[in-house]
Structure formats: C-alpha cells, structure tokens
C-alpha cells in the first residue's frame, strides 16, 4: 500500500457539518475532557497493518463495540493478516525518526501508536472465527429490541441469507481527528479492494456492514434534540444505506459525567447505528465526502 501522507492541524479543525460545530463532546473511553483552544500539528499517514499494531487495532475496536463479548484480539488479528487491503492510520516518519533508527535498528517504529483504522472483513468468508459469530450474534440480539420485522429480515439475508456477501467495514479512529484523514483511507481501500478482487480474493460484496458512533443531546426547552457524530464524515454513510437501527450503550460506558467534562455534556447519550449499505454506494460516498472536505478546506 502507498503511503498517503496527511498534515492535520487540529487548532484549525473545521466540522463538515455546520450542527456539528459546537461538538466539544468527548467518547465513552476518553478520560479527559477536549480544551478547544488546545491544538497540534501532526503529520499522519496510512500503512500496512503489521504484528506489532495488534493491540492498537483492538483498542479502537473496543471503543466501537464497547463492552460486548466479541473476541477482538482474533478480530485485529483478522485485520493484521490481511494486511494488502485496508489501513492504520499512524504518525509518519519524520527525518529525526530515520537518524535515530540508523543508529539503533532494534528501536523499531518510533511512530507506534495507531490512531485509526479502515479496512474490510469479509463475513461469509471468516464465518467460522468465534469473534465473527460473536459479532452476527450481537447483531441479531439487538435487532430484535430494537428494529422493525423488516429490517431484521433485512439484516439476516445480508448475514445469514447465503446468497449475499456481506462485508464488516472499519472506519474507526481516535476522537477529534478530523474527516479529512477518511478520504485517502477509503480511496485506497477501494483501490485495494479492485486489486484483491483482480487476482481472486474474496473482496467482492453486495452489502457493508458499519457501525457507527454518536450522540444523542436531549431537547431542552425550545431546543430540539441533537445528534453528534463522532466521526462527522459519517451522517453520508447513513444517508445513502438501506437499512439500520440504533441502539444505546449509555448503561456500557464506564466513564462518570464528571470532572473535566462540562456541564453541557451532562445530557449526551452516547448510541450506535447499526447500517447496511449496497456495496455499490460506497464509491459515490466516498466521493461526497471527498467533495465536502475540499469545500471546507477551501473557504
């Protein structure tokens, strides 16, 4: 995979959205509440997936299904091993970061935290893997609390149906990165994506299957309720699937109301949307989205 390069200057971060704009929200597993007026600058690029990102991966996965019992130390194993399609997001090298590796090869990647991943599993294809069963489980559970007939049938032809093949899509990443760093991460998964396919990998789907993260501000007075998301670029990944359901996971958040958050975030409730998309539509949302970020970047 080629290296794509993206300097991120958070101090100038802009929202795609414009009801988004105020968002100082920080996730369930953050401990500390976000300073608006703190920034940095960091050069991030995307990678191969490697042995040593293993625990990094499951941490972002942890704080997408938080708390529920899916094995995912196999799942990031899943996505290491197929490390010719999708990507980590880390800090790129820098020249100091070479000098000091000539000078002590066994110091490694002085670049090792991962701060996002987008890749593809395929689900028909791991079906047997405990942590993929655990996943359609899940699925299937919440489904039944909170989804309509249809869109639980809809969710079980994709999943179970056998003449469908649906795909788990990734696109996680520490909070308050911004949506520009999805763009070159999902152009290259597609492109990886073709390449696999070209030489017979099982890379061809009918359908994705993505989580995504957000939450819900209650209506307080003449205000309305509010939705935050918490990876902005993802409302258009919703806007354009053909079924979903939400459900809550306020009761799995470990992190107290309290300290350093402010008092506005007090009535956020943190929820996931469960989507499925035709895989035919990723294309043309990854398009959008890389139209929206060039507009903000250019105002």
């Known amino acids: ?13 802009q929202r ?3 009801k988004s704009g105020s968002d100082e929200s920080s996730d369930e597993e953050n401990d500390e509440a976000y300073e608006g007026d703190e920034g940095i600058t960091v050069d991030f690029e995307g990678r191969n997936p490697i042995d040593p990102d293993l625990d990094g991966i ?12 899916i094995d995912l130390t196999e799942l990031a194993g899943v996505i290491v091993a197929q490390n010719y399609v999708g990507s980590v997001l880390k800090q790129a090298y820098t020249d100091a970061d070479d000098d000091e590796e000539d000078e002590d090869t066994d110091m490694g990647d002085p670049c090792q935290v991962v701060f996002g991943v987008t890749t593809i599993i395929n689900l028909a294809n791991k079906q047997e893997l405990a942590s993929v069963r655990q996943l359609k489980k899940m699925i299937f559970e919440k489904a039944e609390k909170y989804a309509t007939e249809l869109v639980q049938q809809q969710f079980r032809d994709a999943l179970e149906g056998g003449s469908k093949t649906t795909g788990l899509l990734l696109n996680e990443r520490f909070i308050n990165i911004p949506a520009a760093v999805c763009v070159p991460m999902c152009e ?14 099982p890379f061809a789907f009918d359908y994705y299957l993505m989580f995504v993260k957000y939450y819900q501000q209650a209506a307080a007075g003449d205000k309305p309720a509010e939705v935050i998301y918490s990876n902005d670029e993802e409302e258009y990944f919703i806007k354009d699937s053909c079924a979903s359901f939400d459900y809550s996971v306020q009761k799995e958040t470990t992190t107290a109301l309290a300290g350093q958050w402010q008092k506005k975030d007090e009535e956020l409730q943190p929820f996931r949307k469960v989507l499925l998309i035709e895989a035919s539509k990723l294309p043309g949302i990854v398009a959008t989205i890389k139209n929206l970020v060039a507009s903000v970047a250019n105002k």
């Open 188 to 201: 290259n998964l597609l492109s990886e994506m073709e390449r696999a396919r070209t030489k017979g990998m």
């Open 1 to 13: 995979m080629t290296s794509k390069k993206l300097k991120v200057e958070a101090e100038e971060e």
């Open 16 to 18: 795609m959205d414009a």
């Open 58 to 69: 499951k941490q972002l996965l942890g704080q997408l299904f938080v708390k529920a019992h």
